[in-house]
T-cell receptor, first 116, second 112 residues
């Protein structure tokens, strides 16, 4: 029972490099989310996808792009990494549907990304 | 998130009760959540409460909601060393808004 799986778990990049963080969920959830976690700031939403084929900006979208590849997968791309993007990135999913009460979000174990 | 505030640290003796407090600002919150994060791991949903409820109890966990004061608390009875973690309070706002707003997290340390 995998739940939400994120890859890779750790990554070190040089400034200016690009990379894609992968996320997959096996719970048939409609909604998926990307957050970043920084010390003393809790989690901040980068992008989310309310359903397959839709994506929307969250609180801190600058420097990131996302792709909702299918219902299971939601990837986060850094086109030109910057030291300010050093963080722990979490993917989450939920059963939430438009017009219904929000459902709890389930989180992956995170990707720890360092940019030098 | 700026809309949800928590104290940053709590130290508690093993066997005592822990109380973690949270305040939120949006009066239209629908659900309020408590998540637990152990070192090096993701966030684990502990419990949640709908905004028309005052209290929810689940084994050692008791959630109290004071909607008038916009105050949420999590009480952990008989605190164990395995309860040492960061606890996040989060609110969801409006029925069709999928976004959660998180507090900065309270680091709970359980001492013998």
């Amino acid at each position: 029972n995998a739940g939400v799986t994120q890859t890779p778990k750790f990554q070190v990049l040089k400034t200016g490099q690009s990379m894609t963080l992968q996320c997959a969920q096996d719970m048939n959830h409609n909604s998926m989310y990307w957050y970043r976690q920084d010390p003393g700031m809790g989690l901040r939403l980068i992008y989310y996808s309310a359903s397959e084929g839709t994506t929307d900006k969250g609180e801190v979208p600058n420097g990131y792009n996302v792709s909702r590849l299918n219902k299971r997968e939601f990837s986060l791309r850094l086109e030109s990494a910057a030291p300010s993007q050093t963080s722990v990135y979490f993917c989450a999913s939920s059963e939430s549907l438009p017009g219904t009460l929000p459902q709890p979000q389930h989180f992956g174990d995170g990707t720890r990304l360092s940019i030098l | 998130g700026e809309d949800v505030e928590q104290s940053l640290f709590l130290s508690v003796r093993e066997g005592d009760s822990s109380v973690i407090n949270c305040t939120y600002t949006d009066s239209s919150s629908t659900y309020l959540y408590w998540y637990k994060q152990e070192p090096g791991a993701g966030l684990q949903l502990l419990t949640y409460i709908f905004s028309n409820m005052d209290m929810k109890q689940d084994q050692r966990l008791t959630v109290l909601l004071n909607k008038k004061d916009k105050h949420l608390s999590l009480r952990i009875a008989d605190t164990q060393t395995g309860d040492s973690a960061i606890y996040f309070c989060a609110e969801s706002i409006k029925v069709d808004d999928y976004k959660l707003s998180f507090g900065a997290g309270t680091t709970v340390t359980v001492r013998a």
